[in-house]
Structures are given as C-alpha cells and as structure tokens.
C-alpha cells in the first residue's frame, strides 16, 4: 500500500515561509496529479493548488494565488508547496493528495501562523 508522507509544518509568524514537501512510499501507477488540500477545525477540506504530471498545469485557490507555488517531480513521486506571506487565516492542517490509479492521501501536517 502506497503512503504519502509529508513534512515541512510548523509554527511561524504572520508574514513568514514555511515549504511543505510529501513523498510517495512507492511509484504510483499511472500518476496524473498531485496537490495540496487544508483543512481546519469545522470546516470542509478545501483544495489549495495541484499540478498535472507531463505538461504541470497548475491550478490555484484564489487564496494562495501570488504568495504560494506547487512544484512536483513525476519521477520521484514528490510534490512540494512554497507558502510564502503567510497568514494567520493560513492556519491549517495542510495534507497531500496524488491521483494515478488509485487516490492518496497524506496524514496531514499542521501549519500555525501566529505571532
């Protein structure tokens, strides 16, 4: 069974950068995209920005437009968000997903903003 695994959460200031980075355990078959979900306490989880694998169309929430950027690496099955100018409503428990044949899902990383 394939696992995502992520990394890079953590506390920072309002205005701050955190990169958050989830590797697959094992080659994903037929691997289409990759993104970034959040989530907080009450609310649905919300999608933040996916990339295509081959041509890397990116897509991004309205939100996270001009302070984050999501790369990826077919190959290796990685997926990274940049998340700069942070802000407190960024807090969250941000979790990778990959599409290919199947669907994956990180555990979740927790990123706080606060000051």
């Known amino acids: 069974q394939v696992q995502l695994v992520e990394s890079g959460g953590g506390l920072v200031q309002p205005g701050g950068s955190l990169r958050l980075s989830c590797a697959a355990s094992a080659a994903i078959a037929r691997l289409s995209s990759m993104a970034w979900y959040r989530q907080t306490l009450g609310n649905e989880r919300e999608l933040v920005a996916s990339i295509t694998t081959g041509s890397k169309i990116r897509w991004y929430a309205n939100f996270a437009k001009g302070r984050f950027a999501i790369s990826g690496d077919d190959a290796k099955n990685t997926v990274e968000l940049q998340m700069n100018s942070l802000r407190q409503e960024d807090t969250a428990v941000y979790y990778c997903?990959?599409?290919?044949?199947?669907?994956?899902w990180g555990q979740g990383t927790r990123v706080t903003v606060s000051s």
């Open positions: 997903h990959m599409r290919g044949q199947d669907t994956y």
